[in-house]
């Protein structure tokens, strides 16, 4: 059950803190939780509560639940360590709505699984694209409160606003792809029948125990012995890898035999959801194995490369360091304030040119006009993505195909030029996002949850980003007063001498 708070925490001075406690209203977490709108957020997250009834326990507010998440996103905290965080720090305790300082913990670690659940990436992404709005509608208030530029006589330019109104093309958007890796091993497929044929024993020994059944013969130690004379082995030649994995879907070809057999007898399995996945996934797995060995090939359709996480699939993204990586894949585009969106992801390996076109059509309908400029790397540089561009008068980076013209050789170059340097902004919030804020490498062993961890660590770098700019401004005002302030003093000074 869900009860929406009655009064939200409305200013810094609502805090109560105790005796001896003098806490700083300049602080950036004071400062970033005033820029939360946790009202507007919190009518979205009444409505993953289903259940109506009153005499139930009640659920967690929505700014302890994402402020929770907001500070595991930023420092990379685990769940039993951001709960001894909460409990230490006064200003953490405020930016989640608490009413005061206290020192018992919040919540239990354990509730962190039903956030990460309950505020889904769908939610998240909604939240973000509410936020960036807000701060994208600030930043046309002050560049209209600037005055026009002048010209030569100190008056505006008369053709300025025309052209503004004829321009139909405004902005810059920048798109690129990457994939944010999960914590998993490396998989080799020797390593993963021997993981499963493990799996499967367990499977067998919950059934003999269940019913009384004498143990059947799987030979688990002998598999042992075979998985350990490779895994061990500093060179691993390719014809003995191929004897080991013949001989280790044997054994799990006769374990999930035995599975079958008792299965068919019409004995019930003694398994919870979680045994009854693993068993679907083994049986796939082996599909995907037995196939391979007998094809001698490496590569098949949703192959399988985890048991605990069987919707990871192998991204090829052609890096030096990682040329592979397991975990989901994702677009994102940067506009020229810097704000990130999230385009599209997916765990399945895709092609991103199509991506383009569907970012241009969302772009146009957050601004009324398409970009002016489109910044993608050379595989976004399609033939249907030229001729989408160059109908809608998109300027698309790259060089144009076809032999270039020498008149127009150089201004290309420095625009080629202009182009690349300025592209460098999506790949710095690539960087960010992966160092700082949670995504270099995902710990969530859920679909869901991977997906909401990427969405999150995007809306908490807009959200320290959109809260740098404030204190920056706050900073300038600041400064600006001061200048003012002392000059009318000096002149003040020199008027009385």
């Known amino acids: 059950m ?5 009064k939200t925490q409305s200013s810094f001075l609502d805090f109560n803190q105790p005796l001896g406690l003098h806490m700083n209203p300049d602080n950036r977490w004071i400062q970033m939780a005033d ?3 946790w009202d507007v957020f919190e009518k979205k997250y009444a409505h993953a509560f289903k259940n109506e009834r009153r005499d139930g326990n009640i659920s967690k507010p929505l700014r302890m639940a994402l402020g929770a998440m907001i500070i595991q996103a930023r420092y990379g ?17 405020y930016f989640i709505g608490l009413p005061g300082y206290q020192q018992e913990p919040p919540f239990e670690a354990s509730l962190m699984v039903s956030f990460r659940k309950r505020i889904s990436a769908d939610t998240l992404m909604e939240a973000n694209e509410y936020l960036l709005r807000n701060a994208e509608g600030s930043d046309q208030d002050d560049d209209k409160s600037n005055p026009p530029k002048s010209g030569g006589n100190g008056s505006a330019s008369p053709d300025a606003g025309h052209q503004d109104e004829e321009r139909e093309n405004a902005g810059t958007m920048i798109i690129d792809a990457t994939c944010a890796p999960s914590n998993i091993r490396y998989p080799q497929d020797f390593s993963l029948l021997n993981e499963a044929r493990e799996k499967c024993e367990h499977m067998i020994d919950l059934f003999c125990k269940a019913y009384g059944f ?3 013969r799987t030979g688990r130690r002998v598999a042992r012995k075979n998985y350990l004379a490779l895994a061990k082995c500093r060179k691993r030649p390719a014809k003995k890898i191929r004897k080991t ?11 999930l035999g035995y599975l079958s057999t008792y299965m068919s007898d019409g004995y019930a399995a003694p398994f919870q959801k979680k045994e009854t996945e693993n068993y679907l996934t083994i049986l796939k797995l082996y599909e995907q194995q037995e196939y391979m060995y007998r094809k001698s090939t490496h590569s098949i359709q949703d192959r399988i490369v985890s048991l605990t ?3 990871l699939r192998p ?12 975990g989901a894949k994702f677009d994102m585009s940067t506009d020229e304030h810097g704000f990130c969106r999230i385009e599209k992801f997916s765990f399945d390996p895709y092609n991103e040119t199509g991506c383009l076109i569907e970012s241009a059509e969302r772009y146009r309908k957050r601004t009324g006009k398409y970009p002016e400029r489109i910044l993608a790397d050379q595989i976004y540089r399609s033939r249907i993505n030229r001729a989408f561009c160059r109908e809608h008068h998109i300027r698309l980076s790259g060089p144009k195909l076809g032999r270039p013209s020498e008149t127009a050789a150089l201004t290309d170059r420095k625009t080629e030029y202009q182009d690349n340097t300025d592209r460098i902004e999506v790949e710095r919030g690539f960087s960010l996002a992966k160092r700082c804020y949670g995504i270099g490498l995902i710990h969530c062993r859920l679909a869901e949850t991977t997906l909401s961890t990427i969405a999150l660590s995007i809306f908490t770098m807009n959200l320290f980003r959109i809260t740098k700019r404030v204190l920056f401004t706050l900073l300038w005002f600041y400064q600006l007063f001061n200048v003012r302030y002392k000059n009318k003093i000096i002149a003040t000074a020199r008027l009385t001498a």
Not at 79 to 85: N, T
Not at 245 to 255: E, G, H, N, P, S
Not at 321 to 326: A, G, I, L, Q
């Open 309 to 311: 996480q069987p919707f």
């Open 77 to 93: 905290f685990s769940d039993r360590e951001l709960v001894e965080m909460l409990t230490e720090s006064p200003y953490f305790q």
């Open 245 to 255: 994995i013949k001989k280790q879907l044997a054994f799990v070809r006769r374990d």
């Open 35 to 37: 820029q939360i709108p």
């Open 2 to 6: 869900y009860t929406p708070a009655n």
């Open 315 to 326: 991204i090829v993204r052609g890096k030096t360091k990682n040329p592979t990586e397991f």
């Open 214 to 216: 004498k143990k059947p």
